[in-house]
């Protein structure tokens, strides 16, 4: 039943009249409201954030006058919450709010108490001050017994600021007035227009409480509204995968434990969504609607070879492959199995996907593909591996100085020798001999042997090894920082571009002819093409320079121009940025860094 409904059924009955005092005393005036702050109280319990009121505020000045006329009264007692049940949040927003709200009752009803004692007889003319001094010295005692008109109970509302809580604090009545009724409170509670969450057990018992006059209650509490939540993906892949070499205790590392190529079958789900909920509407003390926001909707990272399920809640894979997240979406890359080697049975091999190779890759062959190459074998001398995405290969890489591996993202071998490599990120391996490494990241050789023995590694960031050069002194460099892959690819192109020179002027040498005319143009063609990539890897790797050197004072707390090693030969050079230094000694357990502008070993 609704507050209105609840009045209007109590007003249909027969009222009793209540008694009412006919004495009626003066009011004493009261000295001006007290400026001082209101002490918070903050205990753990919520039940226990109350307002503490100094000494000369209002609300005693009120007190004292009602215990003057009706004795015994309670001392008042100002608690937002005796159940507990508001947010500590909450409690710490409103007390600011009621302290001042209630300061501004406490003053409002003082000014109506002292009524016409401040202003002499209230309704009658304003005199000059000595007429109106003979006057009062003429009045009775009766005349001057005469003072304001009594005073009902007042009942006062204090409103949260999300309008959810509503608190009443009564004012008993003065000289005589109305004690508080029932009917009084739902009468009040309907011109504030307080329908909403009104706590009617409270209202239907407060008249009659002992502590109604100077005591704060929660008397309506609203419906808080509730937004909706936004829609949510789950996934049955992971969209990150940390590739890390796990070492037994033995020093080694089982490369075949990586399972690059995350296989799906053709219509699995790959992930699927949970729907946005719909936000559910609050009501405020004052009957008005709080209105809530629905949960956001979220697509599906809907990518190649992948379909959305017609309910609408389901990626699904269309083809049978790997899976793979490229950053806004989910792809499936086809998977090329080659059961043996990859030889003349097979070809070269140029992948839009993934390629897994149960054997060797063999000297003079090429694999490309645009996702993650697992070979079980070998890479032998002459080949050529290019990976869009990571390369592992379990019994390592063997080159003869003519073999080639670029990898856009990792790099995982059981050892390198004799073997160019260009990796965009990581490298981790057991052993390096006599090769040529170009690392975007980290050079990590610190598994199984754990050696770096002849050839040039050059890392962007940092190199870890066990052992660094040998003991025979063999020439081994080391070079930190920079743009590595940027100068490798600068360098191939180089080469290209001296090629297509030597072509070039082969051809002009040759007799006159048609079909020399013909290799001639297209041999022109391809050198501008050639020579115009040149220009560009260079002007990036001009860019690429001025980043190194804004980094170049940071190489000491960020790891990054750093050689870890447990043991570095004589016969070493390391190299970081325009720094050089050539090891005479052997050094054992050091970092070797650059510290204002100079390679020191620590």
């Given at each position: 039943m609704s507050i209105k409904k609840k009045l209007t059924s109590l007003l249909s009955g027969q009222k009793t009249a209540e008694p009412v005092e006919t004495a009626q005393k003066t009011v004493p005036e009261a000295p001006e409201p007290v400026r001082e702050e209101i002490l918070v109280t903050a205990d753990r319990d919520p039940s226990q954030y109350v307002l503490e009121l100094p000494e000369e505020h209002q609300i005693y000045q009120l007190h004292s006058q009602r215990r003057h006329e009706a004795g015994y009264l309670p001392t008042p007692r100002l608690c937002l919450d005796e159940e507990g049940l508001l947010s500590p949040e909450t409690l710490r927003i409103e007390l600011p709010r009621l302290r001042t709200q209630v300061t501004a009752a406490c003053?409002?009803?003082?000014?109506?108490?002292?009524?016409?004692?401040?202003?002499?007889?209230?309704?009658?003319?304003?005199?000059d001050k000595d007429s109106k001094a003979k006057e009062e010295e003429q009045e009775s005692p009766e005349q001057q017994a005469e003072g304001p008109p009594a005073l009902d109970a007042l009942p006062c509302f204090f409103l949260s600021a999300d309008k959810l809580l509503a608190w009443i604090l009564v004012f008993p009545p003065m000289r005589g007035g109305k004690e508080l009724s029932?009917?009084?409170?739902?009468?009040?509670?309907?011109?504030?227009g307080i329908d909403y969450g009104v706590d009617t057990n409270l209202v239907n018992q407060l008249a009659h409480n002992e502590r109604k006059y100077f005591n704060l209650y929660l008397v309506a509490r609203g419906k808080p509204a509730f937004n909706g939540k936004n829609g949510n993906i789950?996934?049955?892949?992971?969209?990150?995968?940390?590739?890390?070499?796990?070492?037994?205790?033995?020093?080694?590392?089982?490369?075949?434990?990586?399972?690059?190529?995350?296989?799906?079958?053709?219509?699995?789900?790959?992930?699927?969504?949970?729907?946005?909920?719909?936000?559910?509407?609050?009501?405020?003390?004052?009957?008005?609607?709080?209105?809530?926001?629905?949960?956001?909707d979220v697509p599906l990272p809907k990518g190649r070879n992948t379909e959305i399920s017609e309910d609408g809640t389901q990626l699904l894979a269309t083809i049978a492959g790997s899976v793979e997240f490229t950053g806004r979406s989910f792809q499936v890359n086809p998977v090329l199995e080659i059961a043996g080697d990859v030889d003349f049975s097979t070809g070269n091999l140029n992948f839009m996907g993934d390629i897994n190779i149960r054997g060797n890759v063999l000297s003079g062959f090429t694999v490309r593909a645009r996702g993650n190459i697992q070979v079980a074998g070998v890479v032998e001398a002459g080949s050529t591996v290019e990976a869009g995405g990571d390369l592992v290969v379990v019994k390592g890489i063997?080159?003869?100085?003519t073999t080639t591996v670029q990898v856009h993202r990792n790099v995982f071998s059981k050892y390198v020798e004799n073997a160019t490599i260009s990796v965009r990120e990581n490298l981790q391996t057991d052993c390096i001999i006599s090769s040529s490494i170009y690392c975007g990241g980290e050079v990590v050789v610190q598994s199984g042997r754990g050696s770096i023995m002849g050839g040039r590694v050059w890392a962007a960031k940092r190199v870890r090894a066990n052992a660094v050069g040998s003991q025979s002194e063999c020439k081994t460099s080391i070079h930190l920082g920079g743009n590595p892959c940027g100068s490798f690819e600068q360098e191939v192109a180089q080469r290209e571009v001296n090629r297509l020179e030597m072509e070039l002027e082969r051809l002009s040498c040759q007799p006159e002819s048609p079909v020399r005319s013909s290799l001639l143009g297209k041999a022109k063609i391809r050198l501008m093409t050639a020579e115009m990539k040149l220009r560009q890897l260079e002007s990036r790797s001009d860019d690429a320079g001025d980043e190194e050197a804004e980094e170049s004072g940071k190489s000491e707390d960020s790891g990054v121009g750093r050689l870890e090693c447990a043991i570095a030969y004589p016969g070493t050079k390391i190299?970081?940025?325009?720094?050089?230094?050539?090891?005479?000694?052997?050094?054992?357990r050091c970092v070797i860094t650059i510290v204002n502008d100079e390679i020191v070993v620590m």
């Open positions: 003053n409002a009803r003082m000014k109506e108490a002292r009524g016409k004692n401040k202003g002499g007889l209230g309704k009658k003319k304003r005199k029932r009917n009084q409170l739902y009468e009040a509670l309907i011109e504030r789950v996934d049955n892949f992971p969209r990150v995968v940390e590739r890390t070499l796990d070492v037994d205790e033995f020093d080694q590392v089982d490369y075949t434990a990586l399972n690059l190529i995350r296989n799906v079958d053709q219509g699995e789900e790959i992930c699927h969504l949970i729907k946005p909920t719909e936000g559910e509407p609050g009501r405020s003390v004052l009957n008005e609607e709080i209105p809530a926001k629905s949960g956001r063997l080159g003869d100085g190299r970081i940025g325009s720094e050089s230094l050539r090891l005479h000694n052997v050094e054992r």
